[in-house]
């Protein structure tokens, strides 16, 4: 094997583990904060969960802060990316609307941010903020075919962003003021009615 070859090799094996490790410690921080809440988290007990050293910990992160801030980072990024696997297969406008609602309301049934409201809210609300415009203009690209089939077909332009800031606002106050069980599974076709008032 090629010296450049071996380099490359064991340049991605380790990329690979720095991942591997990035990941563990996210994974591990999201339980100590579930746990804890944020005001005590402590670096000891997410290297403690995440099977590392505290010197393996400083070798991805310098502070406590810059954790908290790459965690709500991935916790964004995951939400986006798993939203878009969802829906990305479905070529058919109303599949793909019903992929995307499905998804949300997974999401709003088993995700932890309801929790993490609970145990950290000031936490919490900080992210919610964060991923708010973001969200915007993420469902818009995820959605951009199915709007494409609800201008032609009623023949109106619709505001996309509106009606993608007015999903990301229901999901949010779902967080806060959670449906009854009753209504729990009613929940994708109010999203769907929501929107498709907007085509009248």
């Not at 990941?23 to 402590?42: D, F, P, T």
């Not at 995700?111 to 203009?137: C, E, N, T």
Request: hydrophobic share 40%.
């Amino acid at each position: 094997m090629a010296a450049s070859t071996l380099t490359t090799t064991v340049t991605r094996r380790r990329n690979k583990r720095s991942e591997n490790t990035i990941e563990a410690i996210l994974k591990a921080a999201e339980v100590v904060i579930l746990q804890s809440g944020v005001e005590r988290v402590s670096i000891l007990d997410v290297c403690a969960e995440a099977g590392i050293s505290r010197g393996t910990f400083y070798r991805y992160f310098s502070s406590q802060d810059e954790l908290l801030e790459a965690f709500s980072r991935h916790k964004r990024n995951r939400f986006h990316i798993s939203l878009s696997e969802a829906v990305t297969p479905y070529d058919d406008p109303d599949e793909r609307f019903d992929a995307f609602i499905r998804y949300l309301d997974n999401y709003l049934q088993k995700g932890q941010s309801r929790k993490l409201l609970v145990v950290a809210p000031d936490y919490a609300m900080g992210w919610f903020l964060r991923i708010f415009h973001d969200s915007i203009s993420r469902f818009q690209a995820d959605l951009d075919i199915v709007f494409d089939a609800w201008d032609e077909r009623s023949g109106v332009t619709l505001d996309r962003e509106l009606v993608c800031e007015l999903m990301v606002r229901y999901i949010l106050s779902e967080q806060l003021v959670p449906s009854s069980k009753q209504t729990r599974k009613a929940l994708p076709n109010r999203i769907k009615r929501l929107v498709l008032t907007f085509r009248n």
